[in-house]
């Protein structure tokens, strides 16, 4: 029990932190998951934040439960999404209290431009991180841009990016005859 309640505040303090959505929790559960508890690689981490974006629901949601339950299980994907959820809950609630109050005040615009800024900065180094692990040869690079260029100019879902990536990348590699762990 203790174990799950360890859970459940760890996806807590990724929840009351996770301003921006579910991109903007990359950095933390890097650091969290990955880096401090190791409950699980890099590429694990990645592989579930991809599913995460194909799966119906919110991404931040998705990939607590994934990760909660190669934890501990049905259990362990529970406390994990109720962790990352709670805070927003909380803060929902009060903000919903007094919203009326404070939107029109100067230093709240203000403070929550500075967040969204601060959010961009922690997807883009969560991206730089992540990138340097994924682009591994030319074949990947060729993935990115593609894939990149195709969202910016194209209105496309990300499932149907995703889906096609990882159909790149099974044809590159049975093209190229590298197999990858």
């Not at 799966?55 to 990939?63: K, L, S, Y």
């Not at 805070?87 to 100067?106: D, H």
């Not at 709240?108 to 800024?117: R, Y």
């Not at 990138?131 to 040869?137: E, H, L, Q």
């Amino acid at each position: 029990m203790k174990e799950l309640f360890y859970l459940f505040w760890t996806f807590s303090k990724i929840g009351v932190l996770t301003f921006g959505g579910g991109y903007a929790m990359l950095p933390m559960l890097q650091k969290e998951v990955v880096e401090k508890n190791h409950w699980c690689s890099e590429d694990d981490l990645m592989d579930y934040f991809a599913i995460g974006q194909c799966t119906p629901g919110i991404i931040a949601v998705n990939t607590a439960t994934f990760i909660g339950y190669r934890i501990k299980g049905i259990f362990g994907g529970i406390f994990a999404t109720l962790g990352v959820v709670f805070p927003s809950i909380v803060i929902i609630t009060i903000i919903a209290a007094f919203i009326s109050n404070f939107a029109s005040l100067t230093v709240v615009s203000h403070a929550l431009n500075g967040i969204k800024i601060c959010v961009c900065a922690l997807i883009l180094d969560a991206v730089i991180k992540l990138g340097k692990k994924s682009v591994i040869d030319k074949y990947c690079l060729i993935i990115f841009f593609g894939v990149f260029i195709i969202s910016l100019l194209a209105d496309i879902s990300a499932i149907f990016l995703i889906i096609a990536a990882g159909i790149a990348g099974y044809v590159l590699g049975k093209v190229t005859g590298k197999e990858q762990n």
